[in-house]
Protein backbone atom coordinates (compact mmCIF):
# COMPACT_ATOMS: atom_id res chain seq x y z
CA UNK A 1 0.00 0.00 0.00
CA UNK A 2 2.83 2.39 1.02
CA UNK A 3 3.94 1.99 -2.19
CA UNK A 4 1.17 3.23 -4.42
CA UNK A 5 0.55 6.05 -2.21
CA UNK A 6 3.60 7.68 -2.22
CA UNK A 7 2.89 7.66 -6.54
CA UNK A 8 -0.04 9.98 -5.25
CA UNK A 9 0.81 11.95 -2.67
CA UNK A 10 4.55 13.78 -1.46
CA UNK A 11 7.41 13.37 0.64
CA UNK A 12 5.75 15.09 3.61
CA UNK A 13 2.55 13.42 3.65
CA UNK A 14 1.75 11.35 6.53
CA UNK A 15 -0.78 8.72 7.47
CA UNK A 16 -3.39 10.02 10.15
CA UNK A 17 -5.71 7.53 10.53
CA UNK A 18 -5.92 3.53 9.90
CA UNK A 19 -8.57 1.37 10.58
CA UNK A 20 -10.06 -2.09 9.06
CA UNK A 21 -13.89 -1.30 7.14
CA UNK A 22 -16.20 -2.93 4.31
CA UNK A 23 -17.14 -1.13 1.46
CA UNK A 24 -20.75 -1.14 1.74
CA UNK A 25 -22.61 -3.97 0.43
CA UNK A 26 -20.22 -6.21 -0.06
CA UNK A 27 -18.79 -7.48 3.52
CA UNK A 28 -14.93 -8.13 3.04
CA UNK A 29 -12.66 -6.77 5.04
CA UNK A 30 -9.68 -3.53 3.43
CA UNK A 31 -7.48 -2.25 5.74
CA UNK A 32 -8.62 1.95 5.32
CA UNK A 33 -5.64 4.55 5.76
CA UNK A 34 -5.88 8.16 5.67
CA UNK A 35 -2.99 10.64 4.86
CA UNK A 36 -3.47 14.69 4.17
CA UNK A 37 -3.90 14.57 0.72
CA UNK A 38 -5.62 10.81 0.00
CA UNK A 39 -7.43 7.21 1.62
CA UNK A 40 -6.03 4.12 0.37
CA UNK A 41 -7.67 1.05 0.78
CA UNK A 42 -7.18 -2.41 -0.04
CA UNK A 43 -7.54 -5.98 1.31
CA UNK A 44 -6.51 -7.14 4.40
CA UNK A 45 -4.54 -9.39 2.59
CA UNK A 46 -3.05 -7.45 0.01
CA UNK A 47 -4.29 -9.01 -2.82
CA UNK A 48 -4.90 -6.68 -5.14
CA UNK A 49 -3.60 -3.19 -6.04
CA UNK A 50 -4.52 -0.51 -3.25
CA UNK A 51 -7.20 1.93 -4.23
CA UNK A 52 -6.80 5.23 -3.81
CA UNK A 53 -9.32 8.76 -2.97
CA UNK A 54 -7.72 11.39 -3.44
CA UNK A 55 -9.14 14.49 -1.46
CA UNK A 56 -8.87 17.14 -4.41
CA UNK A 57 -11.64 14.78 -5.74
CA UNK A 58 -13.75 14.47 -2.70
CA UNK A 59 -16.85 16.86 -2.57
CA UNK A 60 -18.62 15.70 0.44
CA UNK A 61 -18.40 12.98 3.34
CA UNK A 62 -21.43 12.20 5.77
CA UNK A 63 -22.58 9.34 8.52
CA UNK A 64 -25.13 7.35 7.79
CA UNK A 65 -26.88 4.45 9.41
CA UNK A 66 -29.17 1.77 8.75
CA UNK A 67 -32.78 1.73 8.63
CA UNK A 68 -33.17 -1.75 10.04
CA UNK A 69 -33.72 -1.36 13.83
CA UNK A 70 -31.04 -4.76 14.05
CA UNK A 71 -28.51 -3.21 12.30
CA UNK A 72 -26.14 -1.53 14.45
CA UNK A 73 -23.24 -0.53 11.82
CA UNK A 74 -22.05 2.76 10.89
CA UNK A 75 -21.15 4.34 7.78
CA UNK A 76 -19.52 6.92 6.41
CA UNK A 77 -20.22 8.10 3.25
CA UNK A 78 -17.50 9.62 0.40
CA UNK A 79 -18.92 12.22 -2.83
CA UNK A 80 -15.53 12.22 -4.88
CA UNK A 81 -15.32 13.21 -8.66
CA UNK A 82 -12.32 12.16 -10.39
CA UNK A 83 -11.56 12.78 -13.76
CA UNK A 84 -11.91 9.41 -15.96
CA UNK A 85 -14.60 8.77 -18.32
CA UNK A 86 -14.17 9.81 -22.06
CA UNK A 87 -17.00 11.72 -23.60
CA UNK A 88 -17.97 10.45 -27.27
CA UNK A 89 -15.88 13.63 -28.07
CA UNK A 90 -12.70 12.18 -26.32
CA UNK A 91 -12.14 14.30 -23.90
CA UNK A 92 -12.56 13.25 -20.29
CA UNK A 93 -15.15 14.72 -17.43
CA UNK A 94 -15.60 14.19 -13.77
CA UNK A 95 -17.63 11.30 -12.89
CA UNK A 96 -19.66 11.20 -9.36
CA UNK A 97 -18.83 7.88 -7.90
CA UNK A 98 -20.01 7.00 -3.96
CA UNK A 99 -17.77 4.97 -1.92
CA UNK A 100 -19.28 3.57 1.22
CA UNK A 101 -17.74 2.65 4.43
CA UNK A 102 -18.96 0.21 6.88
CA UNK A 103 -18.09 0.10 10.63
CA UNK A 104 -19.03 -2.94 12.48
CA UNK A 105 -16.21 -3.65 15.03
CA UNK A 106 -18.94 -3.23 18.24
CA UNK A 107 -22.07 -4.59 19.05
CA UNK A 108 -23.90 -1.15 19.46
CA UNK A 109 -24.64 1.56 16.74
CA UNK A 110 -22.99 4.58 19.08
CA UNK A 111 -19.62 2.97 19.71
CA UNK A 112 -19.57 2.33 15.89
CA UNK A 113 -21.06 5.83 14.95
CA UNK A 114 -18.13 6.91 17.33
CA UNK A 115 -15.56 5.72 14.98
CA UNK A 116 -17.59 7.09 11.86
CA UNK A 117 -17.58 10.11 13.17
CA UNK A 118 -14.10 10.56 13.72
CA UNK A 119 -13.55 9.77 10.16
CA UNK A 120 -15.87 12.10 8.99
CA UNK A 121 -14.25 14.85 11.06
CA UNK A 122 -10.95 14.11 9.90
CA UNK A 123 -12.01 14.14 6.33
CA UNK A 124 -14.30 17.56 6.60
CA UNK A 125 -10.93 19.19 8.49
CA UNK A 126 -8.48 18.21 5.52
CA UNK A 127 -11.47 19.42 3.12
CA UNK A 128 -11.55 22.87 4.52
CA UNK A 129 -7.86 23.12 4.95
CA UNK A 130 -7.19 22.38 9.14
CA UNK A 131 -3.91 20.68 9.31
CA UNK A 132 -3.75 17.19 10.66
CA UNK A 133 -1.13 15.91 11.31
CA UNK A 134 -2.21 12.81 14.17
CA UNK A 135 -5.09 11.12 15.51
CA UNK A 136 -4.79 13.63 18.50
CA UNK A 137 -5.43 16.77 16.23
CA UNK A 138 -9.19 15.14 15.06
CA UNK A 139 -11.22 17.42 17.44
CA UNK A 140 -14.75 18.95 16.99
CA UNK A 141 -13.96 21.97 18.32
CA UNK A 142 -11.13 22.71 15.33
CA UNK A 143 -13.84 22.36 12.68
CA UNK A 144 -14.69 25.09 10.57
CA UNK A 145 -17.97 26.73 10.61
CA UNK A 146 -19.93 25.66 7.58
CA UNK A 147 -20.37 28.05 4.39
CA UNK A 148 -22.99 29.88 4.27
CA UNK A 149 -23.93 31.40 1.08
CA UNK A 150 -26.19 32.94 -1.15
CA UNK A 151 -27.14 31.76 -4.87
CA UNK A 152 -29.02 34.41 -6.79
CA UNK A 153 -30.72 32.12 -9.89
CA UNK A 154 -31.71 34.08 -12.84
CA UNK A 155 -34.86 32.55 -14.76
CA UNK A 156 -34.21 34.41 -17.92
CA UNK A 157 -30.65 33.20 -18.87
CA UNK A 158 -29.18 31.06 -21.67
CA UNK A 159 -32.05 28.99 -22.95
CA UNK A 160 -34.07 30.29 -19.81
CA UNK A 161 -33.40 27.16 -18.07
CA UNK A 162 -31.33 27.83 -15.16
CA UNK A 163 -34.04 27.05 -12.69
CA UNK A 164 -34.19 23.98 -13.87
CA UNK A 165 -30.07 23.25 -14.24
CA UNK A 166 -29.88 24.76 -10.58
CA UNK A 167 -32.49 22.03 -9.10
CA UNK A 168 -31.43 19.29 -11.25
CA UNK A 169 -27.92 19.58 -11.41
CA UNK A 170 -26.23 22.31 -8.89
CA UNK A 171 -28.76 21.11 -5.56
CA UNK A 172 -27.39 17.93 -5.28
CA UNK A 173 -24.12 18.52 -5.15
CA UNK A 174 -24.22 21.23 -2.66
CA UNK A 175 -26.38 18.52 -0.09
CA UNK A 176 -23.34 16.28 -1.12
CA UNK A 177 -21.17 18.98 0.40
CA UNK A 178 -23.12 19.92 3.43
CA UNK A 179 -22.36 23.58 3.04
CA UNK A 180 -26.01 26.20 4.11
CA UNK A 181 -27.28 27.55 1.54
CA UNK A 182 -30.25 30.12 0.53
CA UNK A 183 -31.68 30.80 -3.15
CA UNK A 184 -33.35 33.65 -4.38
CA UNK A 185 -34.93 33.30 -7.82
CA UNK A 186 -34.88 36.91 -9.81
CA UNK A 187 -37.63 38.73 -10.88
CA UNK A 188 -37.10 41.62 -12.82
CA UNK A 189 -33.98 42.97 -14.67
CA UNK A 190 -31.37 44.74 -11.96
CA UNK A 191 -33.09 42.68 -8.87
CA UNK A 192 -29.89 41.53 -8.03
CA UNK A 193 -28.32 44.63 -7.87
CA UNK A 194 -31.11 45.70 -5.55
CA UNK A 195 -30.44 42.76 -3.04
CA UNK A 196 -26.86 43.37 -2.96
CA UNK A 197 -27.22 46.99 -2.61
CA UNK A 198 -28.72 46.30 1.16
CA UNK A 199 -27.96 42.99 2.36
CA UNK A 200 -25.89 42.48 5.27
CA UNK A 201 -22.96 40.85 3.51
CA UNK A 202 -21.13 39.90 7.29
CA UNK A 203 -23.79 37.27 7.68
CA UNK A 204 -22.64 35.19 4.44
CA UNK A 205 -19.55 33.40 2.92
CA UNK A 206 -19.85 34.27 -0.59
CA UNK A 207 -23.15 34.98 -3.47
CA UNK A 208 -22.72 32.62 -6.18
CA UNK A 209 -24.63 33.83 -9.40
CA UNK A 210 -26.59 30.43 -11.49
CA UNK A 211 -26.63 32.75 -14.55
CA UNK A 212 -24.23 34.36 -16.96
CA UNK A 213 -22.26 37.22 -16.96
CA UNK A 214 -24.82 39.65 -16.54
CA UNK A 215 -26.26 39.10 -13.68
CA UNK A 216 -22.90 38.93 -11.90
CA UNK A 217 -22.40 42.66 -13.69
CA UNK A 218 -25.69 43.85 -11.62
CA UNK A 219 -24.05 42.05 -8.12
CA UNK A 220 -20.80 43.91 -8.64
CA UNK A 221 -22.30 47.42 -9.37
CA UNK A 222 -24.71 46.88 -6.58
CA UNK A 223 -21.96 46.10 -4.27
CA UNK A 224 -19.95 49.01 -5.74
CA UNK A 225 -23.27 51.57 -4.70
CA UNK A 226 -23.30 50.80 -1.36
CA UNK A 227 -21.84 52.97 1.08
CA UNK A 228 -19.22 50.39 2.54
CA UNK A 229 -18.17 49.42 -0.84
CA UNK A 230 -14.62 49.29 -0.05
CA UNK A 231 -15.19 46.52 2.37
CA UNK A 232 -18.30 44.91 0.62
CA UNK A 233 -16.87 44.06 -2.54
CA UNK A 234 -14.13 41.64 -0.81
CA UNK A 235 -16.91 39.62 -0.35
CA UNK A 236 -16.38 36.03 -2.44
CA UNK A 237 -18.43 35.99 -5.60
CA UNK A 238 -18.98 32.78 -7.66
CA UNK A 239 -20.67 31.91 -10.67
CA UNK A 240 -22.91 28.83 -11.73
CA UNK A 241 -22.74 29.05 -16.08
CA UNK A 242 -26.33 28.83 -17.22
CA UNK A 243 -26.17 31.63 -19.73
CA UNK A 244 -24.79 31.98 -23.43
CA UNK A 245 -21.39 33.55 -22.96
CA UNK A 246 -20.47 32.22 -19.46
CA UNK A 247 -16.87 33.94 -19.98
CA UNK A 248 -16.45 34.08 -16.08
CA UNK A 249 -16.93 30.23 -15.88
CA UNK A 250 -14.56 29.63 -18.34
CA UNK A 251 -11.98 32.15 -17.27
CA UNK A 252 -12.49 29.72 -13.77
CA UNK A 253 -12.02 26.54 -15.39
CA UNK A 254 -9.10 27.41 -17.26
CA UNK A 255 -7.20 28.79 -14.22
CA UNK A 256 -7.50 25.19 -12.42
CA UNK A 257 -7.48 23.33 -15.68
CA UNK A 258 -10.99 21.88 -14.99
CA UNK A 259 -12.15 20.51 -18.44
CA UNK A 260 -14.71 22.70 -20.52
CA UNK A 261 -17.14 19.70 -20.80
CA UNK A 262 -20.54 19.37 -18.63
CA UNK A 263 -19.82 23.22 -17.62
CA UNK A 264 -22.22 23.46 -14.77
CA UNK A 265 -20.48 20.24 -13.17
CA UNK A 266 -17.09 21.23 -12.82
CA UNK A 267 -18.20 25.10 -12.22
CA UNK A 268 -20.34 24.06 -9.36
CA UNK A 269 -17.36 21.00 -8.25
CA UNK A 270 -14.79 24.19 -8.37
CA UNK A 271 -17.17 26.87 -6.83
CA UNK A 272 -17.53 24.31 -3.62
CA UNK A 273 -14.04 23.27 -3.64
CA UNK A 274 -12.49 26.69 -4.31
CA UNK A 275 -10.56 29.44 -2.17
CA UNK A 276 -11.27 32.77 -2.55
CA UNK A 277 -8.64 34.94 -4.59
CA UNK A 278 -8.16 38.59 -5.84
CA UNK A 279 -9.63 39.75 -9.28
CA UNK A 280 -8.91 42.90 -11.13
CA UNK A 281 -12.11 44.92 -11.37
CA UNK A 282 -12.36 48.11 -14.10
CA UNK A 283 -13.70 51.33 -13.41
CA UNK A 284 -15.47 52.94 -16.25
CA UNK A 285 -16.87 55.99 -16.84
CA UNK A 286 -19.34 57.09 -19.99
CA UNK A 287 -21.08 60.64 -20.54
CA UNK A 288 -23.95 59.53 -17.94
CA UNK A 289 -22.58 57.14 -15.35
CA UNK A 290 -19.54 55.01 -14.01
CA UNK A 291 -19.41 51.21 -13.76
CA UNK A 292 -17.31 48.52 -12.73
CA UNK A 293 -16.29 45.99 -15.01
CA UNK A 294 -15.36 42.82 -14.23
CA UNK A 295 -14.93 41.79 -17.99
CA UNK A 296 -14.46 43.79 -21.34
CA UNK A 297 -15.48 46.87 -22.39
CA UNK A 298 -16.06 46.34 -26.29
CA UNK A 299 -16.67 48.81 -29.91
CA UNK A 300 -16.97 47.54 -33.08
CA UNK A 301 -17.70 44.02 -34.43
CA UNK A 302 -17.29 42.36 -31.27
CA UNK A 303 -19.94 44.49 -29.26
CA UNK A 304 -22.08 44.07 -32.47
CA UNK A 305 -22.16 40.27 -32.44
CA UNK A 306 -23.04 40.30 -28.89
CA UNK A 307 -25.92 42.62 -28.75
CA UNK A 308 -26.97 41.97 -32.46
CA UNK A 309 -27.14 38.14 -31.99
CA UNK A 310 -29.37 38.86 -28.83
CA UNK A 311 -32.35 37.94 -30.96
CA UNK A 312 -30.79 34.00 -31.01
CA UNK A 313 -30.71 33.73 -27.43
CA UNK A 314 -32.80 30.78 -27.18
CA UNK A 315 -30.21 29.02 -29.58
CA UNK A 316 -27.24 29.37 -26.60
CA UNK A 317 -23.80 29.70 -27.54
CA UNK A 318 -24.54 28.82 -31.21
CA UNK A 319 -26.09 32.35 -31.34
CA UNK A 320 -22.60 34.50 -31.90
CA UNK A 321 -21.36 32.16 -34.40
CA UNK A 322 -24.36 32.76 -36.46
CA UNK A 323 -24.03 36.95 -35.69
CA UNK A 324 -20.20 36.54 -36.13
CA UNK A 325 -21.01 35.53 -39.54
CA UNK A 326 -24.18 38.06 -40.44
CA UNK A 327 -21.52 40.42 -39.51
CA UNK A 328 -18.42 39.52 -40.93
CA UNK A 329 -20.69 39.19 -44.66
CA UNK A 330 -21.66 43.37 -43.65
CA UNK A 331 -18.45 44.06 -42.53
CA UNK A 332 -18.04 47.54 -41.51
CA UNK A 333 -15.27 49.93 -39.73
CA UNK A 334 -15.60 52.89 -37.64
CA UNK A 335 -13.95 55.84 -37.06
CA UNK A 336 -12.87 57.04 -33.92
CA UNK A 337 -9.60 58.14 -31.15
CA UNK A 338 -7.95 55.44 -29.24
CA UNK A 339 -6.26 56.56 -26.46
CA UNK A 340 -4.15 54.48 -23.40
CA UNK A 341 -1.45 54.95 -20.83
CA UNK A 342 1.03 52.03 -21.52
CA UNK A 343 1.92 49.71 -18.36
CA UNK A 344 5.79 50.48 -19.06
CA UNK A 345 6.33 47.85 -15.60
CA UNK A 346 4.75 45.03 -16.89
CA UNK A 347 5.85 41.96 -18.55
CA UNK A 348 3.39 39.54 -20.35
CA UNK A 349 3.74 35.87 -20.10
CA UNK A 350 5.19 34.31 -23.40
CA UNK A 351 2.40 33.44 -25.79
CA UNK A 352 2.19 29.53 -25.81
CA UNK A 353 3.85 27.58 -28.31
CA UNK A 354 1.31 24.87 -29.19
CA UNK A 355 3.70 23.24 -32.06
CA UNK A 356 6.75 22.67 -29.60
CA UNK A 357 5.00 19.68 -28.21
CA UNK A 358 6.54 16.57 -27.23
CA UNK A 359 5.58 13.53 -29.26
CA UNK A 360 3.56 10.91 -26.37
CA UNK A 361 2.02 7.61 -27.17
CA UNK A 362 -1.49 9.18 -25.85
CA UNK A 363 -2.47 12.55 -23.94
CA UNK A 364 -3.65 11.40 -20.61
CA UNK A 365 -6.67 14.02 -20.55
CA UNK A 366 -8.63 13.26 -23.81
CA UNK A 367 -7.07 9.84 -24.74
CA UNK A 368 -6.22 10.72 -28.06
CA UNK A 369 -2.71 9.96 -29.67
CA UNK A 370 -0.59 10.86 -32.90
CA UNK A 371 -0.53 14.35 -33.70
CA UNK A 372 -2.79 15.75 -31.24
CA UNK A 373 -0.69 14.16 -28.72
CA UNK A 374 2.44 16.01 -29.69
CA UNK A 375 0.69 19.07 -30.02
CA UNK A 376 -0.62 18.66 -26.38
CA UNK A 377 3.14 18.09 -24.89
CA UNK A 378 2.03 15.88 -22.42
CA UNK A 379 3.81 12.76 -21.02
CA UNK A 380 1.36 10.46 -19.96
CA UNK A 381 3.16 8.28 -16.95
CA UNK A 382 0.91 7.41 -13.79
CA UNK A 383 -1.56 10.10 -14.14
CA UNK A 384 0.87 12.77 -13.05
CA UNK A 385 1.08 15.66 -15.35
CA UNK A 386 3.37 18.74 -15.31
CA UNK A 387 1.19 21.66 -15.22
CA UNK A 388 2.77 23.38 -18.12
CA UNK A 389 1.79 20.28 -19.88
CA UNK A 390 -1.76 20.67 -18.56
CA UNK A 391 -2.48 24.02 -19.47
CA UNK A 392 -1.26 23.69 -22.93
CA UNK A 393 -3.52 20.97 -23.79
CA UNK A 394 -6.57 23.03 -21.82
CA UNK A 395 -5.67 25.98 -24.51
CA UNK A 396 -5.17 23.79 -27.11
CA UNK A 397 -8.24 21.39 -27.30
CA UNK A 398 -10.46 22.49 -24.03
CA UNK A 399 -10.75 26.09 -24.99
CA UNK A 400 -12.64 24.93 -28.30
CA UNK A 401 -15.35 23.81 -26.22
CA UNK A 402 -18.72 24.86 -25.27
CA UNK A 403 -21.04 23.69 -23.10
CA UNK A 404 -24.47 23.53 -24.48
CA UNK A 405 -26.29 23.27 -20.86
CA UNK A 406 -27.96 20.42 -22.27
CA UNK A 407 -25.61 17.21 -21.14
CA UNK A 408 -26.69 14.71 -18.59
CA UNK A 409 -24.70 15.07 -15.32
CA UNK A 410 -23.01 11.67 -15.48
CA UNK A 411 -25.02 9.63 -12.35
CA UNK A 412 -26.93 12.31 -11.02
CA UNK A 413 -30.22 12.87 -13.10
CA UNK A 414 -33.45 13.75 -11.22
CA UNK A 415 -34.54 10.70 -10.68
CA UNK A 416 -31.18 9.70 -9.47
CA UNK A 417 -30.87 12.31 -6.41
CA UNK A 418 -33.56 13.46 -4.72
CA UNK A 419 -33.45 16.77 -2.58
CA UNK A 420 -33.99 16.29 1.04
CA UNK A 421 -34.33 19.02 3.49
CA UNK A 422 -31.26 21.43 5.17
CA UNK A 423 -29.29 20.66 1.55
CA UNK A 424 -29.39 17.04 1.87
CA UNK A 425 -29.81 14.37 -0.65
CA UNK A 426 -31.08 10.79 -0.82
CA UNK A 427 -28.92 8.78 -3.61
CA UNK A 428 -31.36 7.15 -6.14
CA UNK A 429 -28.40 5.72 -7.65
CA UNK A 430 -26.91 3.64 -5.39
CA UNK A 431 -28.45 0.00 -4.69
CA UNK A 432 -28.86 0.40 -1.01
CA UNK A 433 -30.67 3.83 -0.92
CA UNK A 434 -33.43 2.41 0.05
CA UNK A 435 -31.36 0.66 3.47
CA UNK A 436 -29.52 3.68 4.73
CA UNK A 437 -30.29 7.19 6.24
CA UNK A 438 -27.89 10.26 7.03
CA UNK A 439 -27.20 11.10 10.10
CA UNK A 440 -26.04 15.18 10.53
CA UNK A 441 -23.30 14.72 12.87
CA UNK A 442 -23.47 18.82 12.98
CA UNK A 443 -27.12 18.61 14.37
CA UNK A 444 -28.89 16.02 16.99
CA UNK A 445 -27.62 12.20 15.64
CA UNK A 446 -31.04 11.07 16.61
CA UNK A 447 -32.69 13.34 14.40
CA UNK A 448 -32.51 11.24 11.25
CA UNK A 449 -34.50 11.61 7.94
CA UNK A 450 -36.69 8.70 6.95
CA UNK A 451 -36.57 7.68 3.48
CA UNK A 452 -40.32 7.98 3.32
CA UNK A 453 -40.96 11.15 4.57
CA UNK A 454 -42.46 13.42 1.84
CA UNK A 455 -39.72 15.37 -0.43
CA UNK A 456 -40.01 18.87 0.08
CA UNK A 457 -39.89 21.76 -3.05
CA UNK A 458 -36.29 23.17 -3.44
CA UNK A 459 -37.14 26.09 -2.29
CA UNK A 460 -38.27 24.87 1.58
CA UNK A 461 -34.49 23.02 1.41
CA UNK A 462 -32.49 25.86 2.53
CA UNK A 463 -31.58 27.86 5.52
CA UNK A 464 -34.15 31.27 5.28
CA UNK A 465 -33.29 34.99 5.96
CA UNK A 466 -34.00 36.50 8.78
CA UNK A 467 -35.09 40.63 9.03
CA UNK A 468 -32.24 41.59 9.76
CA UNK A 469 -30.45 40.04 6.81
CA UNK A 470 -31.39 42.15 4.59
CA UNK A 471 -30.99 45.89 5.58
CA UNK A 472 -29.52 48.99 4.62
CA UNK A 473 -25.98 49.75 5.46
CA UNK A 474 -24.72 52.67 7.74
CA UNK A 475 -20.91 52.50 7.20
CA UNK A 476 -18.62 55.13 4.96
CA UNK A 477 -15.95 54.94 3.30
CA UNK A 478 -16.09 54.81 -0.50
CA UNK A 479 -12.85 55.47 -1.64
CA UNK A 480 -11.98 57.55 -5.25
CA UNK A 481 -10.93 54.95 -7.46
CA UNK A 482 -9.83 56.92 -10.25
CA UNK A 483 -5.88 58.14 -10.06
CA UNK A 484 -5.18 57.85 -13.66
CA UNK A 485 -7.81 59.06 -15.59
CA UNK A 486 -8.86 62.83 -15.79
CA UNK A 487 -12.59 63.62 -16.35
CA UNK A 488 -13.93 62.76 -19.58
CA UNK A 489 -14.54 66.01 -21.47
CA UNK A 490 -10.69 66.79 -20.44
CA UNK A 491 -7.83 66.19 -22.21
CA UNK A 492 -5.28 63.52 -21.29
CA UNK A 493 -1.64 63.63 -19.45
CA UNK A 494 1.48 63.96 -22.33
CA UNK A 495 2.46 60.47 -21.38
CA UNK A 496 -0.89 58.80 -22.76
CA UNK A 497 -0.53 57.56 -26.66
CA UNK A 498 -3.33 58.62 -28.92
CA UNK A 499 -4.66 56.87 -31.98
CA UNK A 500 -6.98 58.48 -34.81
CA UNK A 501 -7.81 55.70 -36.87
CA UNK A 502 -10.60 53.34 -38.39
CA UNK A 503 -10.94 50.92 -36.54
CA UNK A 504 -12.74 47.38 -37.36
CA UNK A 505 -12.86 46.58 -32.97
CA UNK A 506 -11.14 47.85 -30.02
CA UNK A 507 -11.73 45.35 -27.49
CA UNK A 508 -10.56 45.92 -23.58
CA UNK A 509 -10.47 42.67 -22.04
CA UNK A 510 -9.40 41.59 -18.49
CA UNK A 511 -10.40 38.05 -18.20
CA UNK A 512 -8.57 35.10 -20.15
CA UNK A 513 -12.03 34.28 -22.08
CA UNK A 514 -15.26 36.20 -23.45
CA UNK A 515 -17.39 33.30 -23.61
CA UNK A 516 -16.35 29.57 -23.36
CA UNK A 517 -15.20 29.51 -26.87
CA UNK A 518 -13.23 32.81 -26.84
CA UNK A 519 -10.15 32.70 -25.57
CA UNK A 520 -9.48 36.07 -25.45
CA UNK A 521 -6.08 36.33 -22.96
CA UNK A 522 -4.18 33.28 -22.98
CA UNK A 523 -2.20 32.92 -19.87
CA UNK A 524 -4.21 35.17 -17.77
CA UNK A 525 -4.38 35.50 -14.10
CA UNK A 526 -7.65 36.92 -12.25
CA UNK A 527 -4.87 39.78 -10.00
CA UNK A 528 -3.06 40.47 -13.42
CA UNK A 529 -3.16 44.09 -12.37
CA UNK A 530 -3.32 45.36 -16.19
CA UNK A 531 -5.59 45.95 -19.18
CA UNK A 532 -5.27 43.62 -22.55
CA UNK A 533 -6.25 46.20 -25.31
CA UNK A 534 -6.62 44.18 -28.65
CA UNK A 535 -7.74 46.52 -31.33
CA UNK A 536 -7.97 45.74 -35.33
CA UNK A 537 -7.44 49.03 -37.55
CA UNK A 538 -9.12 49.06 -40.82
CA UNK A 539 -9.03 47.91 -43.56
CA UNK A 540 -8.69 44.24 -43.32
CA UNK A 541 -10.09 41.42 -46.05
CA UNK A 542 -13.20 39.51 -44.58
CA UNK A 543 -10.79 35.93 -45.16
CA UNK A 544 -8.31 37.34 -42.73
CA UNK A 545 -11.08 38.05 -40.12
CA UNK A 546 -12.47 34.72 -40.30
CA UNK A 547 -9.40 33.49 -39.98
CA UNK A 548 -8.93 35.65 -36.99
CA UNK A 549 -12.28 34.63 -35.52
CA UNK A 550 -11.49 30.83 -35.92
CA UNK A 551 -8.64 31.34 -33.77
CA UNK A 552 -10.59 33.16 -31.42
CA UNK A 553 -10.85 29.65 -29.43
CA UNK A 554 -7.38 28.79 -28.80
CA UNK A 555 -6.33 32.48 -28.08
CA UNK A 556 -4.16 32.56 -31.63
CA UNK A 557 -6.32 35.73 -32.68
CA UNK A 558 -3.95 37.52 -30.51
CA UNK A 559 -0.68 36.38 -33.00
CA UNK A 560 -2.44 37.97 -36.56
CA UNK A 561 -0.93 40.33 -37.52
CA UNK A 562 -3.86 42.48 -37.89
CA UNK A 563 -4.47 42.09 -34.27
CA UNK A 564 -2.30 44.94 -32.10
CA UNK A 565 -1.80 44.02 -28.28
CA UNK A 566 -1.05 46.66 -25.71
CA UNK A 567 -0.47 46.13 -22.06
CA UNK A 568 -2.13 49.08 -20.33
CA UNK A 569 -3.52 50.70 -17.16
CA UNK A 570 -6.42 53.01 -18.50
CA UNK A 571 -7.82 53.76 -21.87
CA UNK A 572 -9.98 55.99 -23.22
CA UNK A 573 -12.39 55.65 -26.39
CA UNK A 574 -13.94 58.65 -28.25
CA UNK A 575 -15.89 57.84 -31.02
CA UNK A 576 -15.98 59.96 -34.24
CA UNK A 577 -18.39 57.86 -36.29
CA UNK A 578 -22.05 57.51 -35.37
CA UNK A 579 -23.59 54.40 -34.11
CA UNK A 580 -25.29 52.52 -31.59
CA UNK A 581 -23.68 49.83 -30.16
CA UNK A 582 -20.90 49.79 -26.96
CA UNK A 583 -20.97 47.07 -24.51
CA UNK A 584 -19.54 46.92 -20.86
CA UNK A 585 -19.26 43.00 -20.08
CA UNK A 586 -21.51 42.32 -22.54
CA UNK A 587 -24.14 44.90 -21.82
CA UNK A 588 -25.20 47.74 -23.97
CA UNK A 589 -24.42 50.96 -22.57
CA UNK A 590 -24.96 54.45 -24.24
CA UNK A 591 -23.07 55.19 -27.23
CA UNK A 592 -20.03 57.80 -26.85
CA UNK A 593 -16.79 58.43 -25.01
CA UNK A 594 -16.00 56.08 -22.90
CA UNK A 595 -13.03 55.35 -20.30
CA UNK A 596 -11.44 52.77 -18.05
CA UNK A 597 -8.79 52.40 -15.31
CA UNK A 598 -7.70 48.79 -13.63
CA UNK A 599 -8.35 48.68 -9.96
CA UNK A 600 -5.77 45.74 -9.08
CA UNK A 601 -7.46 42.82 -7.13
CA UNK A 602 -10.33 44.93 -5.96
CA UNK A 603 -12.92 42.13 -6.25
CA UNK A 604 -12.68 38.25 -4.23
CA UNK A 605 -13.66 35.58 -6.54
CA UNK A 606 -14.40 31.95 -5.61
CA UNK A 607 -11.97 29.36 -7.85
Known sequence: MAELRDEFCDDNDTKILEDVFAIYPKKTNLKVCLYRTSIVYDRVANATAPSVIKLDDVLGCHCMRGRRPDDKSAYFTIYTYPIGKKTLGGTRIRQRKVIVFRVTHHETFEANMAIADKWWMAIHMLLRGVQITTEQDIKKSRLPSVKKLLLLVNPHSGKGKAVTLFRERVVPLLGESGINYHHIITEYQGHAQDIVKNLNLKEWDGIIIVSGDGLLYEVINGIMERPDRDEAIKTPVGILPCGSGNALSAALLMSKREPMTNIVLHCTFLMLKGRPQPMDLVVVQNATTTMYSFLSVCWGIVSD??????????LGPPRFTIGAATRIAKLRSYRGKLSFLKA??????????????????ECCFCGLNGAHAGNCGIKSQNSVVPISAERRHY????????????????????????????????????????????????????????????????????????????????????????????????????????????????????????????????????????????????????KNLISMFLDLESGLHIKHSGVIVEYVKAFRIEPITSGEIMTVDGELVPYGPIQGEILPGKARVIV
Open 305 to 314: VDIESEKFRR
Open 344 to 361: EDYVAQEAIDFQNGTHVD
Open 395 to 542: DRHYSSSSDSNEDILPHMTRSQSEILPNGRTMDRSLSYSDHLMRVDLLEDSSDTLKMGDELPSPNSNQIELSTDEIRSTQEDGASEERHLLPPLDQPLPSNWTTIEDDFVNISAVYQSHLSTDVHSWPDHKFDEGVICLQYIPAPISR
